[in-house]
């Protein structure tokens, strides 16, 4: 069974500019979340899709958003990027809600310049 | 608010010798679970154990077991028999019951292993 898979691995933006990062769950999981991972913050928690709602947010500004759509796949798309905003995004399956190890994906490495 | 704290930034073990890597949460809550993920340089964040807040017995799997202690709000993981391919970051995270998937993380231990 494939893993979490993320796309891209590696990109590089300017200052203003906007990103979509896209997550394909593993097959059958339908609870989609992402974290973002910095030196200095270090993991935090972005949002959680579940059958195409969003169902829960983590603190952050309304430059970050995301969707999931029907087959499960998410994305999440950054506007206005920020030096800061650089960072690896990682998005992680399960199959519910609440039931079910969490499996991340290799997550996206944004450079912001 | 939830945190989740690891006092560790870096740990050394030698091969085959027994390593501890500690971490404490403060919380209001009653139900949870507790989680160590191990990250490797390759980056994917893999499970390596998790407990439950109800039960009183500590996790084992295979070499990895924890040290829960509920009331002083500790969450240990001992890697017995440390492997070369343990080096990695370990993560100690929280959640509530029906928080869904969102993690509280700690900040991390970089274990290396010595051969």
């Known amino acids: 069974k494939a893993g979490v898979t993320q796309t891209p691995r590696y990109l590089i933006k300017t200052r203003g500019q906007q990103v979509t990062l896209s997550c394909s769950p593993i097959s059958g999981h339908r609870s989609v979340s992402w974290y973002q991972q910095t030196p200095g913050q270090g993991l935090q928690f972005l949002f959680e899709y579940f059958s195409e709602t969003q169902r829960n947010k983590g603190n952050f500004p309304g430059r970050f958003s995301g969707r999931q759509f029907s087959n499960s796949r998410s994305e999440m798309n950054v506007s206005t990027l920020e030096l800061g905003d650089s960072a690896l995004y990682l998005c992680?399956?399960?199959?519910?809600?609440?039931?079910?190890?969490?499996?991340f994906g290799e997550g996206s490495r944004l450079t912001v310049l | 608010a939830q945190t989740v704290t690891q006092s560790q930034p870096e740990m050394s073990v030698q091969e085959a010798e027994t390593v501890t890597l500690s971490c404490t949460y403060d919380t209001s809550e009653s139900d949870y679970y507790l989680f160590w993920y191990k990250q490797p340089p390759s980056r994917q964040m893999i499970l390596v154990i998790r407990?439950?807040?109800?039960?009183?017995q500590n996790a084992t799997e295979n070499r990895f077991s924890v040290n829960f202690q509920k009331a002083a709000k500790s969450f240990s993981l001992k890697i017995s028999d440390s492997q070369l391919g343990d080096a990695a970051m370990y993560f100690c995270a929280y959640r509530t019951n029906n928080a869904g998937n969102m993690l509280t993380f700690g900040g991390g231990t970089r274990l290396m292993v010595k051969p």
């Open positions: 992680a399956s399960r199959q519910m809600m609440n039931t079910g190890e969490l499996f």
């Open positions: 407990q439950e807040a109800y039960k009183q």
